[in-house]
């Protein structure tokens, strides 16, 4: 029994092994081969983000088409043009089942705009008219940074649609936030401390950056905080393990990085095409700290990059019909991994099973164990009950009579049966 149970024990962990092998071998190109998409429009994509199985991205009027300023995608691969209002969209993310968007567009009071399901937008208020450049969400709380302003360069919200303004630890021009191990971080393109952070998004406190570059960028993953720039020379990506703290890093090129992300163990960050390496546009780091360049589908001005559901997705504010591109296995559909995730969960709940079982039988073979030692344990209780019981007897009848070879002992003070000799 316990042979086989050995033997399908390592069947079920091959098995398990193999699908682990499969998924992980084949998402290991993820970030490292890239491939032209079609974008909806050749409108400026200024940001894309994913959420609750679609792609979204947005676009202002620097470049390209002036209105559908919105575009999605359920695989990256195809997108399809959505209508907004005409800002200047600069950023959007995904969040508690909302996609939010922010505008750089003054004075129209519409700097934001919110949709359920990434189709439909409506309009919302911002907390004010600044140039608002970034958005995130965490800990139940939106936070967008801006640009411009006075004192008011933070605005917050716990449910996207309302608004309302903070003061930024300084007046930079802060350029991205992000979110991750419970703290906001964001980064800015001047100023002296290009670092603020805060455990609310309500007060935040300035730190000092690695080196006085422009930051672009900021993201998190695997523990650590990761920011890109588009100046400085050997020192263009930092590093933190808790925002405050920022180590500077050499980049794979003194490129314009634009955009970091983190997603399946790897950091991916891209770049425009004025200066630098442009056949390089992009680089990978499993660890934020050493970088290899990597070479983009088109040499375009790539401005923003996002993981999800296996796929690196970036978008770009120029080319002709190619203002998208993707990396990661596309052959991989959510419907893929999702079996594969379903068979892993069968083996596993299998394998758990036969653990369970085995370790029943187990119980059941020590219990009886337990009862045959208590058994034995008994034995010399009652052979010495059984002599104590002799010696009873010989007590009780301690008249010996004999009869031949034949003994019988009958009451002291009886007589001898029919036969019998008394014998002392």
């Known amino acids: 029994m316990l042979k086989k149970y050995f033997r399908t024990s390592v069947i079920a962990v091959v098995i398990a092994s193999l699908f682990s092998i499969s998924v992980v071998s084949q998402a290991a190109a993820d970030g490292i081969t890239w491939t032209i998409r079609t974008s909806a429009a050749d409108n400026s994509w200024t940001s894309v983000t994913y959420g609750n199985g679609l792609w979204v991205a947005v676009s202002n009027s620097v470049f390209g088409d002036t209105t559908n300023r919105v575009m999605t995608s359920s695989d990256g691969i195809t997108w399809t043009s959505r209508s907004s209002a005409n800002n200047n969209w600069s950023s959007v993310t995904y969040g508690n089942g909302l996609f939010v968007a922010v505008s750089t567009t003054n004075g129209i009071g519409n700097q934001v705009m919110t949709s359920t399901d990434g189709i439909t937008w409506t309009s919302r208020t911002s907390a004010a008219n600044n140039n608002w450049r970034s958005v995130t969400y965490g800990n139940g709380l939106w936070v967008a940074v801006s640009s411009t302003g006075t004192g008011n ?16 630890a300084a007046d930079n021009q802060w350029y991205a936030v992000t979110f991750g191990d419970g703290l906001f971080v964001a980064v800015s393109i001047d100023g002296t401390n290009r670092v603020m952070t805060s455990p609310d998004g309500i007060t935040w406190t300035a730190r000092t950056s690695a080196a006085d570059n422009q930051w672009f960028s900021v993201t998190y993953g695997d523990g650590l905080f990761v920011a890109v720039s588009q100046t400085g020379t050997g020192n263009r990506v930092m590093t933190s393990p808790d925002g405050i703290t920022w180590t500077s890093r050499t980049p794979a090129a003194d490129n314009d990085w634009q955009s970091v992300t983190y997603g399946n163990g790897l950091f991916v960050a891209v770049s425009n095409n ?138 002291s003070g009886a007589k001898c049966p029919k036969g019998y000799v008394k014998k002392k």
């Open 153 to 168: 360069r933070v605005m917050t919200s716990p449910d996207g649609i309302t608004w309302t303004i903070r003061t930024s």
């Open 274 to 411: 004025l200066v630098g390496n442009i056949s390089n546009q992009v680089m990978t780091s499993p660890d934020g700290i050493t970088w290899t360049a990597r070479t983009s589908a088109a040499n375009n001005y790539w401005i923003s990059v996002a993981y999800g559901n296996g796929l690196f997705v970036a978008v770009s504010v120029t080319g002709t019909g190619n203002r998208v591109m993707t990396s990661g296995v596309i052959g991989l559909t959510a419907r893929t991994a999702a079996a594969a995730t379903a068979e892993a969960a069968r083996v596993a709940a299998a394998e758990a099973a036969r653990v369970a079982a085995a370790n029943a039988e187990a119980a059941r073979k020590a219990k009886e164990q337990k009862e045959l030692m208590e058994i034995l344990a008994l034995i010399p209780s009652i052979g010495e009950l059984t002599l104590s019981l002799g010696e009873t007897t010989k007590s009780l009848y301690s008249t010996k009579c004999v009869k031949g070879k034949t003994t019988k002992y009958v009451k």
